[in-house]
């Protein structure tokens, strides 16, 4: 979750606090002016340095300077992806080598942050872009071929809810079987209920949490 050092009411330090209060599990990047050792905040036309130590205090996990570029972000996501990682197999993570999941997802920043974290577990991933080229890959492979879908929701062309009912729509029974799970920004229960209706299997909002990720394709994966 990135935090910006320049928000039009909130201090970022009391922000991020107020954050991470709200959410205990996530990451925290501050996106920041200013040089590595301070950080130069600028509230109400009042300029004040933050010392890094301070940001750290309030719970941010890593930094990013500004103008931002995507080579940097990606950089420091992937840090903490491994940094979660390593925490992971501190814990003994379960290995799921062997299962192949068919990532359905238009973005591509998620589709490299959810593809390298199921490739960290073991996961062979096959991703698509929409709804439409997910049916498509489907028809054209082994129907065993995949123990899961993680199905986005919102999406051009085919949006996720179209793309599994027609799953669950073709003939052939084995790829009808098999579990999808959506994933969607919104969390409110009319959202989980349309997702369910589809036929989909479980739910995760995005921006997910990695170990409630792992929880949900452990309870869901095709034997």
Wanted: proline share 3%.
């Amino acid at each position: 979750m990135a935090s910006d050092t320049q928000p039009i009411q909130q201090q970022p330090i009391v922000a991020s606090e107020k954050m991470l209060r709200r959410y205990a599990n996530a990451a925290f990047i501050l996106l920041k002016n200013g040089s590595w050792c301070d950080t130069l905040q600028i509230i109400g036309g009042q300029h004040r340095f933050i010392a890094i130590s301070e940001a750290k205090e309030a719970g941010v996990n890593k930094f990013v300077s500004k103008p931002l570029f995507i080579s940097d972000l990606k950089r420091t996501l992937t840090e903490l992806i491994n940094d979660s990682k390593n925490i992971d197999e501190e814990n003994d993570c379960e290995s799921f080598k062997g299962y192949k999941i068919l990532l359905v997802e238009d973005n591509i920043l998620n589709q490299e942050i959810a593809n390298q974290i199921l490739i960290d577990h073991g996961f062979e991933v096959t991703i698509a872009q929409n709804g439409l080229e997910a049916i498509d890959i489907l028809k054209l492979n082994d129907p065993e071929k995949y123990n899961l879908i993680l199905m986005d929701i919102q999406m051009p062309i085919m949006d996720g809810y179209e793309a599994t009912r027609r799953i669950k729509k073709m003939k052939n029974k084995t790829i009808r079987n098999i579990p999808i799970v959506a994933m969607t920004a919104n969390a409110f229960d009319e959202d989980i209920k349309e997702s369910l209706e589809a036929g989909m299997v479980d739910h995760l909002s995005k921006p997910f949490e990695i170990k409630k990720l792992i929880e949900v394709l452990k309870n869901n994966l095709k034997q």
